[in-house]
T-cell receptor
Framework: GQQLNQSPQSMFIQEGEDVSMNCTSS?????WLWYKQDPGEGPVLLIA?????ELTSNGRLTAQFGITRKDSFLNISASIPSDVGIYFC??????FGAGTRLTVKP | EAQVTQNPRYLITVTGKKLTVTCSQN?????MSWYRQDPGLGLRQIYY???????DKGDVPEGYKVSRKEKRNFPLILESPSPNQTSLYFC???????????FGSGTRLTVV
């Protein structure tokens, strides 16, 4: 089946720094979704992408649907402590990457 | 309120004792899915359903069963639980499978 590779696995950054993470797939996707999970909670949708090359922002978050349709990127600008959590990419048929655990030091 | 309801939130059981975790959504969503979450392994899909009576295996289906007899319910059944099924389980639903997924609050299962 399709495979989603998400990197990095974890990140430790200073408050105010920018963050970048990405996902690649073994097959062409028509959808990329980015989620955030807070401790003890279910994931919450951040950004949805439906077209190759699409660039979408949600506040300090920006995500892009790769031109090859096999990758996607999520950037967080000027990180703050409440950005802490696990970030997941997801593709069609509700399949998820392994997640990027973000720690922000004040 | 639009939501996915999972029950129970916490469950401790013994090896081999059959159990069912229920999942219900009130959004008339076509797609539903079950995941288990273990430290460092992300959300691994157990089973997936595109509609009533249509289910498909995810990445880790062994030891689990599901049924989709009606659109709103998608129970997860462990016929003979084992300690390696100790995990945090999430149910989710989606209107079309490629739009945003709504997650339940999770079920923390411990098998001793």
């Amino acid at each position: 089946g399709q495979q989603l590779n998400q990197s990095p696995q974890s990140m430790f950054i200073q408050e105010g720094e920018d963050v970048s993470m990405n996902c690649t797939s073994s097959s062409i996707f028509n959808t990329w979704l980015w989620y955030k999970q807070d401790p003890g909670e279910g994931p919450v949708l951040l950004i949805a992408l439906y077209k190759a090359g699409e660039l979408t922002s949600n506040g300090r978050l920006t995500a892009q649907f790769g031109i090859t349709r096999k990758d996607s990127f999520l950037n967080i600008s000027a990180s703050i402590p409440s950005d802490v959590g696990i970030y997941f990419c997801a593709g069609p048929y509700m399949r998820f990457g392994a997640g990027t655990r973000l720690t922000v030091k004040p | 309120e639009a939501q996915v309801t999972q029950n129970p939130r916490y469950l401790i059981t013994v090896t081999g004792k059959k159990l069912t975790v229920t999942c219900s959504q009130n959004m008339n969503h076509e797609y539903m899915s079950w995941y288990r979450q273990d430290p460092g392994l992300g959300l691994r899909q157990i089973y997936y359903s595109m509609n009533v009576e249509v289910t498909d295996k995810g990445d880790v289906p062994e030891g689990y069963k599901v049924s989709r007899k009606e659109k709103r319910n998608f129970p997860l059944i462990l016929e003979s639980p084992s300690p390696n099924q100790t995990s945090l389980y999430f149910c989710a639903s989606s209107l079309e499978g490629r739009d945003g997924y709504t997650f339940g609050s999770g079920t923390r299962l411990t098998v001793v």
